[in-house]
C-alpha cells in the first residue's frame, strides 16, 4: 500500500524557516517525480514545487522562487521542503504527491502557521 | 485568480446527475491532460480522473471524464449524499511551466 506520511509543520514567525519531511512507503520512490502542494485555509489547491527521480530536475511556482527548496533522499525513501524567509501568505497545509500525468497519491499533509 | 476555471458551486437532487465544467487555454488543457480530484473537509484530495477520462481502481463508473478543446468535465451520475465534497481539476501549464488547478467547485446533494 502507497503511503506518504507528511511531518514537520508548525508555527513561525515571519521571516523564519521551516523544513518538512515526506516518508514514502510501499513503493520506490526513486522512480517517480515528487511534488509539494499546499493549500491555504479556505483556498483551493496550488502546486509548489516538483524534484525528478534522481533529484536532477526541479521546478517552483514563482511565488516561492529562491526561498523554497526542495530535494529528496531516495535511499531515505523520503522528500523534503526547506522553506526559508517564510511569510504570512505561505500558511497553508503542506501536501506531499507522487507526481506522474497526474498526482496519484497524496499524503495527510502538514500545517504551517506564519505569524506576523 | 485561478488558471483555470471552475464554477464556484452546483448543487442536484439525490440520484440525478451533474456536471462539474474546467475551461483553460491551449498552454494547459488544450494540450495536457486534466485530471480530477475530490477533497471531503479536513482531508486530503484523492484522484477521481486522470489522463481525461481514466478511473483509478476504486472509483466508481458513477464518475466520468471528457475533455473538448481547452475544456473538460467531470460528471457524476446517481448522486449520493456522501458526494457532498470539493472537487478540483488540474493540469500542467507549458506557458507557465508550472501545475495548476481551478479554483474548486462545491458540490452539494440537496
Keep these: 500500500e502507497v503511503q506518504l506520511v507528511e511531518s514537520g509543520g508548525g508555527l513561525v514567525q515571519s521571516g523564519g524557516s521551516l523544513r518538512l519531511s515526506c516518508a514514502a512507503s510501499g513503493f520506490s520512490l526513486s522512480t517517480y517525480w515528487m511534488s509539494w502542494v499546499r493549500q491555504a485555509p479556505g483556498k483551493g489547491l496550488e502546486w509548489v514545487a516538483n524534484i525528478k527521480q534522481d533529484g536532477s530536475e526541479k521546478y517552483y511556482v514563482d511565488s516561492v522562487k529562491g526561498r523554497i527548496t526542495i530535494s529528496r533522499d531516495n535511499a531515505k525513501n523520503s522528500l523534503y521542503l526547506q522553506m526559508n524567509s517564510l511569510r504570512a501568505e505561505d500558511t497553508a497545509v503542506y501536501y506531499c504527491t507522487r507526481q506522474g500525468t497526474t498526482f496519484d497519491y497524496w499524503g495527510q499533509g502538514t500545517l504551517v502557521t506564519v505569524s506576523s | ?110
Excluded at chain 2, 491532460?33 to 484522484?47: D, E, H, I, N, R
Excluded at chain 2, 481502481?57 to 457532498?84: H, M, V
Design chain 2, 1 to 110: 485568480q485561478s488558471v483555470l476555471t471552475q464554477p464556484p458551486s452546483v448543487s442536484a437532487a439525490p440520484g440525478q446527475k451533474v456536471t462539474i465544467s474546467c475551461s483553460g487555454s491551449s498552454s494547459s488543457i488544450g494540450n495536457y491532460y486534466v485530471s480530477w480530484y475530490q477533497q471531503f473537509p479536513g482531508t486530503a484530495p484523492k484522484l477521481l480522473i486522470y489522463e481525461d477520462d481514466k478511473r483509478p481502481s476504486g472509483i466508481p463508473d458513477r464518475f466520468s471524464g471528457s475533455k473538448s478543446g481547452t475544456s473538460a468535465t467531470l460528471g457524476i451520475t446517481g448522486l449520493q449524499t456522501g458526494d457532498e465534497a470539493d472537487y478540483y481539476c488540474g493540469t500542467w501549464d507549458s506557458s507557465l511551466t508550472a501545475w495548476v488547478f481551478g479554483g474548486g467547485t462545491k458540490l452539494t446533494v440537496l
